[in-house]
């Protein structure tokens, strides 16, 4: 037996979704810039798609653009945001994903832009007072970047209020929804965001697909330079299968939203449950029993020579879970998250990340081998 304990790093395309996409394959051969027949049928299926995002957030179509997923997302918002908004200055945290870290290291050492970080609690809070008192105390042109869930910890940020914090201050705000999207709701009239992305492969769609929204009053240049796709926002041939799995997937996520946290949640806290029954001297990371997302525990475990091999032996007894983020290098590079707000814990942590197709049979049998690797 196998158990998929590692949602937060990506999802298993959902059986819909690869029908959708083998069927598109067969069904629209043609590229969606043509004007021929079979083009403007490519065409067609594409914007379908991009009005089925647009319904979902409650944005415009003319909002939505299509990416290769997250990395790219945040990248051509945080470099375009500098280069053609006039921003010099970016706050953010130092518990982002490293697409948005290593793009403000880059930012930084290559353009001389002037970079904060905001203080958190140990669990992973931003400190909003902290957070006004940057945005009141100069007058550059200034960008929020802050993630709504973060991806280690589960950590959830108040998206309407830092969003309007940055409107009160005249600040542009970016967001990475990553790990939210699909499984809470976002209503882009109501919350005052500039920029947000998404990644369809965390919600049960394909790999290597996303999309950036970028508010209408904000106008940038394309990240990809070399055609007039994305109505010259995104240069190259657009992923229609890629484009239409997600629309699907994202559809399916919301038409099943409270029925998915209900047993996504009903897991986590049984999961903890058993956890505490077998285990003493845990510490959970973030803030899973108050504003933190559903789908993600974060615990450590005390240091013991067992417990340092503990990744490696889990997979071994067929278990796939994470120690950090599923885009650091190596078999376990440790967590710039925790580094950040625990400040180098020699305790074991393992990330177990859930979704609508676990069970409770895999919680105990991932119990079972914990006990059998750790005793």
């Known amino acids: 037996m196998r158990v998929y304990f590692d949602n937060a790093a990506t999802t298993a395309p959902d059986e819909a979704v690869i029908e959708v996409m083998v069927d598109a394959m067969r069904r629209f051969p043609g590229n969606p810039s043509s004007i021929h027949k079979e083009g403007r049928t490519a065409r067609a299926a594409v914007e379908g798609a991009r009005k089925t995002v647009a319904r979902l957030l409650k944005a415009s179509i003319g909002e939505i653009f299509f990416t290769s997923g997250g990395t790219e997302s945040s990248n051509m918002i945080l470099k375009r945001a500098m280069q053609d908004l006039g921003v010099q200055r970016i706050i953010s945290s130092k518990t982002e994903h490293h697409c948005v870290l290593h793009t403000l290291d880059a930012l930084q050492r290559e353009h001389g832009i002037e970079v904060e970080y905001v203080v958190q609690t140990e669990d992973g809070h931003i400190v909003l007072a902290d957070l006004e008192h940057k945005l009141k105390r100069t007058g550059l042109k200034t960008l929020v970047s802050l993630m709504h869930a973060n991806n280690e910890i589960g950590t959830l940020l108040d998206l309407q209020a830092v969003g309007e914090l940055c409107q009160a201050n005249g600040a542009l705000f970016h967001t990475d929804t990553v790990q939210t999207i699909g499984f809470y709701p976002i209503d882009l ?187």
């Open 189 to 375: 009239t109501q919350t005052p965001v500039s920029f947000l992305v998404g990644s369809a492969h965390k919600f049960h769609g394909p790999r290597g697909i996303g999309f950036v929204y970028i508010n209408a009053n904000n106008h940038i240049h394309p990240f990809i330079d070399g055609g007039a796709q994305e109505r010259n926002m995104r240069g190259g041939t657009e992923n229609l299968a890629g484009i239409l799995g997600l629309a699907k997937a994202m559809e399916m996520a919301y038409g099943q939203l409270e029925e998915g946290k209900q047993h996504i949640d009903s897991l986590k806290n049984y999961f903890i449950e058993q956890l505490k029954a077998n285990f003493g001297d845990l510490e959970f990371n973030g803030d899973p029993f108050g504003q933190g997302h559903y789908k993600i525990v974060s615990v450590s475990f005390p240091p013991s020579a067992r417990a340092e091999l503990l990744l490696l032996n889990l997979d071994i007894a067929g278990v796939a879970v994470s120690g950090g983020s599923a885009c650091s290098s190596g078999a376990d590079a440790g967590s710039h998250v925790l580094d950040a707000l625990r400040n180098g814990s020699p305790r074991k942590t393992i990330r177990f990340s859930f979704s609508r197709y676990n069970t409770r049979e895999e919680v105990d049998f991932v119990i079972k081998q914990l006990v059998e690797i750790l005793y």
